[in-house]
């Protein structure tokens, strides 16, 4: 069974429970993968699924943000029921070692060796994380473990500073 063919099976099944939230969320999600396979003219793949899906959910995160920002508890509460219905279908987020993990052989893989680097160590991570961690995240972890490699000490026989200038 896809993604698609779950989110309608459970969207039918909110429906005669009277879940209006579970109902509404799913409706909007099982519309976004089927705008997205309509834009694409061909079924989506699974991996393609799960990205429509993790899009759905950034955007309801973004929206929970806003609503807290703006002191909307009520809305905010909404939104949050909405990104806990749509967070079971997603497969299970990386932890913090994991992630780790996947950045160091992707940087050794891509020989990655500055922050200028970045780009060539997305597109290998990327495809390895898609849908299990946020991508902003990632980004942050690829930059920051590039950034400790390329500032090393200082070489052997180069003036630190702290000598004597002649």
């Known amino acids: 069974m896809t993604l698609a063919e779950r989110l309608q099976a459970d969207m039918t099944a909110a429906m005669r429970a ?18 997205a396979a309509k834009d694409a003219r061909r079924p989506l793949t699974p991996d393609e699924e799960l990205g429509v899906l993790a899009r759905e959910l950034r955007t309801r995160r973004e929206s929970l943000e806003a609503f807290v920002s703006g002191g909307r508890a009520d809305l905010a509460a909404e939104e949050q029921r ?7 279908y997603m497969p299970a987020q990386l932890d913090d070692a994991e992630l ?26 990327a495809p390895r994380v898609r849908g299990r961690a946020d991508g902003r995240v990632v980004n942050e972890r690829v930059v920051q473990a590039l950034r400790q490699r390329a500032t090393p000490g ?13």
């Open 154 to 166: 200082p070489a052997p026989g180069t003036a630190t500073g702290d000598e004597e200038r002649r």
């Open 82 to 88: 909405k990104i806990d219905v749509l967070s079971g």
């Open 18 to 35: 009277h879940d209006a939230v579970r109902r509404d969320t799913l409706r909007m999600a099982v519309a976004a993968v089927q705008r």
């Open 100 to 125: 780790d993990a996947l950045v160091r052989q992707a940087i050794d893989e891509a020989a990655a060796h500055s922050p200028k680097d970045v780009g060539a160590v997305m597109r290998l991570l």
